[in-house]
């Protein structure tokens, strides 16, 4: 007789609970400013020069500064979480063996969206940050650097870094 529920299917489910409790608490404590670090409910008050205001009210340098602390703080949460879950997992499990290549790849994506970040930045004098999310890449940059050549270039960054395996590149400019 065949045991419907396996220690595979065990782990997998406390992979999946674990994972989304990490969501869950990411939400619960970002308060919904996850997507848009720094955004106000209030309107912003016009500058008495008569100058374009950001509406979010971050300088560039502060967008980008709050988007990297937010990736780093959620990437570490999961990180924690992955390491609890590798702790009490048996040595030459399955569970074992896929809970470290996650890691693994979780590292090899920080440092892709370091040395993107890193490259961008050279190539096109201006800053900017990488996100790398399934099969995807997000480059965000300021919009004074928002141009069809520096398009190219990011995207020959971005191909060079990750190879192939990440189609989808979306470049897009700061508000």
């Given at each position: 007789?065949?045991?419907?529920?396996?220690?595979?299917?065990?782990?997998?489910?406390?992979l999946?609970?674990?994972?989304?409790?990490?969501?869950?608490?990411?939400?619960?404590?970002?308060?919904?400013?996850?997507?848009?670090?720094?955004?106000?409910?209030?309107?912003?008050?016009?500058?008495?020069?008569?100058?374009?205001?950001?509406?979010?009210?971050?300088?560039?340098?502060?967008?980008?500064?709050?988007?990297?602390?937010?990736?780093?703080?959620?990437?570490?949460?999961?990180?924690?979480?992955?390491?609890?879950?590798?702790?009490?997992?048996?040595?030459d499990?399955?569970?074992?063996?896929?809970?470290?290549?996650?890691?693994?790849?979780?590292?090899?994506?920080?440092?892709?969206?370091?040395?993107?970040?890193?490259?961008?930045?050279?190539?096109?004098?201006?800053?900017?940050?990488?996100?790398?999310?399934?099969?995807?890449?997000?480059?965000?940059?300021?919009?004074?650097?928002?141009?069809?050549?520096?398009?190219?270039?990011?995207?020959?960054?971005?191909?060079q870094?990750?190879?192939?395996?990440?189609?989808?590149v979306?470049?897009?400019?700061?508000?």
């Open positions: 007789m065949h045991v419907l529920i396996g220690k595979k299917q065990i782990v997998i489910a406390a999946v609970a674990a994972l989304g409790l990490a969501v869950f608490v990411n939400w619960y404590y970002s308060d919904g400013t996850r997507l848009f670090p720094g955004a106000s409910t209030e309107p912003s008050q016009a500058d008495p020069d008569g100058a374009a205001q950001y509406v979010n009210g971050l300088s560039d340098e502060e967008y980008f500064a709050s988007v990297r602390m937010n990736r780093d703080s959620a990437r570490g949460e999961a990180l924690e979480e992955l390491q609890a879950v590798l702790s009490q997992a048996v040595e499990s399955e569970a074992a063996s896929s809970t470290a290549k996650a890691i693994e790849q979780m590292s090899a994506e920080a440092k892709m969206e370091s040395d993107i970040e890193s490259l961008v930045s050279g190539k096109i004098g201006s800053a900017c940050v990488a996100v790398i999310s399934d099969n995807s890449v997000d480059v965000v940059v300021t919009k004074t650097a928002l141009n069809d050549g520096n398009v190219l270039a990011i995207s020959d960054v971005v191909s870094v990750c190879g192939d395996g990440y189609e989808n979306r470049v897009s400019a700061t508000a």
